[in-house]
């Protein structure tokens, strides 16, 4: 199994500032594909961002390209979200994914989620 464990949401202010964490672990962790999806409210799970396993490559949604930056520290399994000018519409759960046989996270079905942390952002 592999164990997700999020942190660093919160309440905030459009235009402010928030990083997520993601730890990782777990028997059958290995270092691989990880990324972030959210889902806001009354709306379907979506994308946002993916890094592959020595963090060579990244890919974003379009509507936070140049406003987030996806990092990992493998040494410490974890993976980081820095979210800047954050905006009402990125209010949602936002949730951690270990993605072992996705180059991005947006393909391939087997997929390890965690619990999610809750982000807010206030007009």
């Known amino acids: 199994q592999v164990q997700l464990v999020e942190s660093g949401g919160g309440l905030v202010q459009a235009g402010d500032s928030l990083r997520l964490s993601c730890a990782a672990g777990g028997r059958a962790y290995s270092i691989n594909t990880m990324g972030w999806f959210r889902q806001p409210p009354g709306k379907e799970r979506e994308f946002v961002t993916a890094?592959?396993?020595?963090?060579?490559?990244?890919y974003y949604t379009g509507s936070v390209e140049g406003r987030f930056t996806i990092s990992r520290d493998n040494a410490n399994n974890t993976i980081y979200l820095k979210m800047n000018s954050l905006k009402p519409e990125d209010t949602a759960v936002y949730y951690c994914?270990?993605?072992?046989?996705?180059?991005?996270?947006?393909?391939?079905?087997?997929?390890?989620w965690g619990t999610g942390t809750v982000v807010t952002v206030s007009s």
């Open positions: 890094i592959s396993s020595g963090g060579g490559s990244t």
């Open positions: 994914v270990y993605c072992p046989k996705s180059p991005d996270c947006r393909t391939g079905v087997e997929k390890y």
